[in-house]
């Protein structure tokens, strides 16, 4: 199970939502971001300072459109700072084994060291689970986390489901641990099976949400909402609090966690391969 072991924190906190299947690119003036581009912003942006935004898809193919576009965007925007999610796992030796390593997000770092700009990152997963923790029945919050958890190492790991079977067991025994302070119910598979059989009554089971099989349940979708509301709000503090000091910031966040208007994105998105 040391796979396991080492996807478990990366798979918890990894945001909820998936990819868009195409970059996009943004880039407005601090004072034009209204409440529809950074929602619940309480404090007004400084006229000098900017905010650009970029959507990533999730690649380590270094061939791919998006990469040249992520140059562009940071030789025209200048940023001097760059806001991004994921925790930081390093770069290589090159921009290629970078990509191929680390992925979009490894990219972006290195650009920012090859740029002298330093980076933050935007995504606050102790801060969310206790967002979520405080709104949310103990067992509906132990189920929704062990999805996001599973869901996260069937991406990365295709297993086959008695392997899967196998990583749930790991994450029900470490379940105290990476969800602190919570009253954790569902202390096994078969408890799973009947908490997962109460909260979904249409039918189906949880192996087939972590597999893609099955779309998620609607508590989950519900949860999802609930945590990308939190998101977008601590992204509008973060981007209102850095561009009231002039600074430039560049924001790169998965595609599809871009807080302005679908419309407004379209309109300025650059073509994916």
């Known amino acids: 199970m040391k796979t396991t072991a080492l996807l478990l924190a990366a798979a918890l906190f990894a ?22 581009a950074a929602p619940q912003a309480t404090a007004p942006m400084a006229p000098s300072g900017s905010v650009t935004y970029f959507g990533l898809v999730s690649s380590h193919d270094a061939q791919h459109a998006q990469f040249a576009q ?23 030796s090159t921009e290629a084994a970078t990509v191929s390593r680390c ?6 770092r ?6 002298g700009v330093r980076t933050e990152r935007l995504d606050d997963a102790q801060a969310e689970y206790e967002y979520l923790r405080a ?14 958890l599973s869901q996260q190492y069937c991406h990365n790991v295709h297993p086959s489901k008695a392997v899967l079977q ?4 790991q994450f029900l025994a470490n379940s105290y641990a990476i969800l602190p302070g919570a009253a954790l119910p569902v202390r096994s598979l078969p408890e799973l099976a009947a908490a997962y ?11 087939q949400v972590a597999l893609g099989t099955r779309p998620a349940p609607a ?11 939190f998101q977008l709000q601590r992204l509008a503090q973060r981007v209102a609090q850095h561009t009231q000091a002039g600074e430039r910031v560049l924001v790169v966040l998965d595609a599809s966690h871009l807080p302005a208007p679908a419309a407004t994105y379209a309109a300025t998105a650059p073509r994916g391969r």
């Open 15 to 36: 945001p909820a939502a998936g990819a868009l299947a195409q970059s996009a690119t943004f880039v407005a003036a601090a004072s034009a971001l209204g409440p529809a």
């Open 70 to 92: 992520l140059r562009q965007v940071f030789a025209t925007s200048r940023p001097t700072l760059v806001l991004l999610e994921k925790p930081d796992m390093g770069v290589d």
């Open 103 to 108: 992925g979009e997000t490894g990219y972006v």
């Open 110 to 115: 290195l650009l920012a060291q090859q740029h």
């Open 135 to 148: 709104r949310t029945e103990p067992a509906q919050l132990q189920v929704y986390y062990l999805l996001r």
């Open 166 to 169: 196998q990583a749930m067991q």
């Open 197 to 207: 059989r109460q909260l979904c009554p249409g039918g189906g089971a949880w192996q």
């Open 219 to 229: 508590f989950a979708q519900h949860l999802d909402e609930d945590a990308r509301a």
